[in-house]
């Protein structure tokens, strides 16, 4: 089993920053991917960044490219996203997602065993 919480989200202007936490508890953190999905209002739920099990890769969704920055700390066992530059149409419920079945990177929502609750992030323009 693998918890995990969010924290971070909250209201910012378009061209500002935010960070995104999530702690993760249960299995050794160290052994599986992460991913930070989001989820705009009537829209499907979509992958925003994922990293590997040591932070040594990482992939990113077009739209977010340049922008944010995923990171994990595993002495920590926490997963960043760090948002730059944000703009309007990155408001969406963000969430967190684990999948101890991988080492790699997963992009795949379904693959994902593990999510949490999901902080709002809200861009004003």
């Known amino acids: 089993q693998v918890q995990l919480e969010e924290s971070g989200g909250g209201l910012a202007q378009a061209g500002g920053s935010l960070r995104l936490s999530c702690a993760a508890s249960?299995?050794?953190?160290?052994?599986?991917?992460m991913g930070w999905f989001r989820q705009a209002p009537g829209k499907a739920r979509e992958f925003v960044a994922g990293i590997n099990w040591s932070g040594g890769n990482t992939y990113y969704t077009d739209s977010v490219k340049g922008r944010f920055t995923i990171s994990r700390d595993n002495a920590k066992n926490t997963v960043y996203l760090q948002m730059n530059s944000l703009k309007p149409e990155d408001t969406a419920v963000y969430y967190c997602?684990?999948?101890?079945?991988?080492?790699?990177?997963?992009?795949?929502?379904?693959?994902?065993?593990?999510w949490g609750q999901g902080t709002q992030v809200t861009v004003s323009s």
């Open positions: 249960g299995r050794p953190f160290s052994s599986y991917a």
């Open positions: 997602a684990a999948d101890p079945r991988s080492l790699g990177i997963v992009v795949v929502t379904s693959e994902y065993s593990y």
